[in-house]
C-alpha cells in the first residue's frame, strides 16, 4: 500500500467516531494477526510442499552465480565410470 493511501485513510478516520476508530483498529490488528499467523505457519512446512520462495537468499551477501559456477556444477559424463 503506497503511502498516498495510508494518508488518505488516516484522513477519512479522522470523520470516525471513537467506537468506529476502534473497530477499524480492531479489524486491521486482527487482520494483520492472520498474516502473521499464516507466514510463521507456512516457514514451518518442508520446503517440497512450499515451492520455490523468490527472493528467498536475495539477501545473503553472496554473489549471483556465473555460467562458469553452473559449467563447473554440471555432470560430464566420463565412460570410464561405465567400465
Known amino acids: 500500500m503506497a503511502t498516498s493511501e495510508?494518508?488518505?485513510i488516516v484522513q477519512r478516520a479522522?470523520?470516525?467516531s471513537t467506537v468506529e476508530i476502534l473497530?477499524?483498529?480492531?479489524?486491521?490488528?486482527?487482520?494483520?494477526?492472520l498474516k502473521i499467523?499464516?507466514?510463521d505457519e507456512s516457514k514451518n512446512e518442508p520446503t517440497e510442499q512450499r515451492g520455490?520462495?523468490?527472493?528467498?537468499y536475495a539477501n545473503t551477501g553472496r554473489r549471483m552465480s556465473?555460467?562458469?559456477d553452473f559449467k563447473l556444477a554440471e555432470y560430464h559424463?566420463?565412460?570410464d565410470e561405465w567400465k
Open 6 to 8: 495510508v494518508d488518505l
Open 14 to 16: 479522522r470523520k470516525l
Open 23 to 33: 473497530n477499524l483498529i480492531q479489524k486491521l490488528s486482527a487482520n494483520a494477526r
Open 37 to 39: 499467523q499464516a507466514n
Open 52 to 56: 520455490l520462495v523468490y527472493g528467498k
Open 66 to 68: 556465473t555460467e562458469e
Open 77 to 79: 559424463f566420463n565412460e
